[in-house]
């Protein structure tokens, strides 16, 4: 296989080709030409990876901040802030990474934790000397994300005590002409802006993502050339669009019951792009009104499940419960693994297993799952990586934010918008005030 | 408030009284005379808090194997096997924990996954010299689980290179004569047997939960005594009983069109609480027949969600979409806080955020969502935990167990089996060997 992705769809489903859709790839491809640099619609989004600007740009704030005395990146930001750079970080690098003493690493901050604060910054106690060893890029498109704002001033308040040349080490992703932009500038940070029709959970191509993936010593060249690739791809006007068919496959699988959609990775690395995909989903498809304004409450509920880990927990349901989901299961080739011992105090009571790989276990009961899905006649389709990489992952990022555009096109809402939100807003903003 | 919780529900849902939950709440509560000890049928899990031999054979192993040298306690398990460890460990050291450096520390290993096994390797090959400061505990009802059997055997592999006395650092927690029990017996290990009728999503008061909690220095006689205070609630006849309602309430819920269970916690440190809670409500409930045979393809499908993370991805869907999920809030007073400075960069670009408590802005966030779930009349229940401590996560557990055992009950599904976990396994089997 080569490097990238391929996609099986299982079901019988019947998906019938729409004109509106035809049209709205029409019209994305046509947006195409001289895309670069020009960002006047949401879709916009679709070509950050074709943005040699972009890219450049957050190269240079890497050249001005990133040394090899670098310990850690800092990153400051909640939802479409950081799930993006998370998801890849955690897939390249593992979730036990914190542990490890090599390379610049990426820690988050996002929600208000007194524990997750205190154990960051007992660390940076530990283990940062001078200013040079840390990054803090504080991500926020409004600028004004409350919990982005605190955990910012708790951070900055304890640095600075001991670095006080902690102004130098920061870096703020942000609209331009924002208030924390503004601050920025007052103050001498790094400033690098998303452009303005750019939401967050699209924002993965541009600074949001690139610029601390980068900083923390990932190929993000590759990673846009995979979904360079894909952007060239889904917007083809035929049949060989590899976003079109899963979209229709989706929408038929909607109206034909599946309240919820499953993605269903199997390798624990990819749980933090499970949660990039469930908020491109959930955030994207779930509203309220439809394009004409008209009430639906329309959408479908993604799931995150990890194999082989929720195969005893949650398989029990997936098999014997409710036909209520489609299923995305998606699996890498696995480049490494760990020959299972022979010899060793339990090395004959599972059989078979002595002597194996792991990722020859890992496949065995991805095929088991693969064939049961099939027994049971459960809606699903097979993603099979090439393996785990920054060209596929940005080949896979790209593909599913098309896919969500064009499932939102069939559904007849607005896949930019998130109204919603707001509605908790209100009341946490008078008890703040 | 006094240490526990409180449940308040908001619906307009229909719950009728069922004579057949009542029959059974009679036949739970006649069991727990005499019941220390006693383990005849599957609602013995219910009684665990209450057997002081259990947790007197798990003091007696932590006496043998803890030491003020001990470091690292590595739970080498899956599903039921680490979950219930995993959620009250996490909940009360956070999950920034394997980062730092006091107090033995528990560290899991469930899936094979190259990168975590290497990383964990890796931190033993640095600061692991003694065999005093590792303790492997093996955890596996069954015996035979692929996954931990193969993470086992590399464990021991590596570790035996360097620490030749490792066979003296291994307890074994299965049931009593499993292939597992048998090689400890042979090679000298601790072993603490699983009360046959306790499966894995009910054992987090048995050795399973109760030994790897104590020897990480976590209060579980506390634990228990929630659990026990709980224990005597839910088996109690009339309407004070707190599982009864809510396990109507959901069944009300499921048969208004309700397909999903939203456990919405508050804190980023309960998101393996959810993940045990997960695994309870989906393999009890998801159930392809009833007690009679007959086909139901039975269930809710439970989703984790925390605030304020998830406000950022998922509030979207949750307020706009369909309205087809009974979600739970839980949120507890939190004790400790850091106040956001006065002073600083950004203090001036969200108003009322200086020099507030970040409990108090989490609150004020909580109490929005709260509103909103009124504002939208989605059918919802607020629990609020006097604080997250071994207690308040004793009742909380058990009352959860409880409610799913009812509702199993209502639903007219064996809440103890999960007759389709083999589906995936038979392919599996016959490609490992």
Redesign the interface.
């Known amino acids: 296989m080569k490097e990238g992705f391929t996609y099986t769809p299982h079901h019988d489903l019947v998906t019938p080709s729409s004109p509106a859709l035809d049209a709205y790839i029409g019209e994305i491809a046509a947006m195409k030409e001289g895309a670069a640099g020009k960002y006047s619609v949401h879709e916009s989004s679709l070509f950050l990876p074709l943005d040699e600007k972009i890219l450049a740009e957050a190269e240079s704030q890497g050249e001005k901040y990133v040394s090899a005395q670098l310990r850690y990146i800092v990153v400051i930001g909640?939802?479409?802030?950081n799930?993006g750079a998370k998801a890849v970080y955690d897939a390249l690098?593992?979730?036990?990474?914190?542990?490890?003493?090599q390379k610049p690493k990426l820690v988050f901050l996002?929600?208000?934790?007194?524990?997750?604060?205190r154990?960051?910054d007992?660390?940076f106690e530990?283990r940062v000397e001078h200013s040079e060893q840390v990054l803090i890029n504080i991500v926020s498109k409004s600028?004004?994300?409350?919990?982005s704002?605190?955990n910012?001033?708790?951070l900055?308040?304890s640095l600075a005590k001991r670095l006080p040349d902690i102004?130098s080490r920061i870096v703020a992703t942000t609209d331009r002409d924002s208030?924390?932009w503004k601050?920025g500038e007052?103050?001498g940070w790094g400033l690098l802006a998303i452009p303005l029709p750019v939401g967050?959970?699209f924002s993965v191509f541009s600074a949001v993502g690139l610029f601390p993936l980068l900083a923390a010593g990932i190929d993000v060249r590759e990673f846009c050339r995979g979904a360079a690739e894909m952007c060239r791809a889904i917007t083809s006007p035929d049949e060989t669009n590899p976003a079109r068919r899963p979209a229709e496959e989706l929408f038929a699988a909607m109206r034909s019951g599946c309240?919820?959609v499953n993605l269903f990775y199997f390798?624990?690395?990819l749980e933090s792009l499970g949660?990039w995909e469930?908020?491109l989903i959930?955030?994207s498809?779930?509203?309220?009104?439809d394009v004409t304004g008209k009430t639906v409450?329309?959408?479908i509920?993604p799931?995150v499940s990890?194999?082989?880990?929720d195969?005893?927990?949650?398989?029990?349901?997936?098999?014997?419960?409710?036909?209520?989901?489609f299923t995305l299961l998606i699996r890498a080739s696995?480049t490494?693994?760990?020959r299972?011992?022979e010899e060793?105090?339990?090395?004959d009571?599972?059989?078979?297993?002595?002597g194996?790989e792991?990722?020859a276990?890992?496949?065995?009961?991805y095929?088991?799952?693969s064939?049961?899905y099939k027994?049971?006649a459960l809606p699903h389709g097979e993603v099979l990586l090439s393996t785990v990489s920054s060209h596929a992952l940005g080949q896979y990022m790209e593909w599913r934010m098309a896919t969500v555009m064009y499932l939102a096109k069939l559904m007849k809402v607005n896949a930019f918008d998130?109204?919603?939100?707001e509605?908790?807003?209100?009341?946490?903003?008078k008890?703040?005030?």
């Open positions: 909640i939802g479409g802030s799930l690098r593992g979730t036990y990474d914190p542990a490890r003493p996002d929600t208000l934790s007194h524990d997750t604060f154990a960051l007992e660390l530990a600028g004004t994300t409350a919990e704002v605190a910012f001033a708790l900055y308040r102004a208030l924390l601050a007052k103050h967050g959970r309240s919820m390798h624990p690395e949660k469930r908020q959930a955030e498809l779930g509203k309220e009104k409450h329309a959408g509920t799931l990890i194999g082989s880990t195969l005893h927990s949650m398989a029990q349901l997936y098999f014997g419960g409710p036909r209520d989901k696995e490494k693994g760990d299972i011992p060793g105090p339990l090395s009571i599972v059989p078979g297993l002595a194996k792991t990722s276990v890992m496949d065995a009961i095929r088991g799952v064939a049961a027994a049971h998130q109204p919603n939100v509605d908790y807003k209100s009341v946490t903003k008890l703040l005030q």
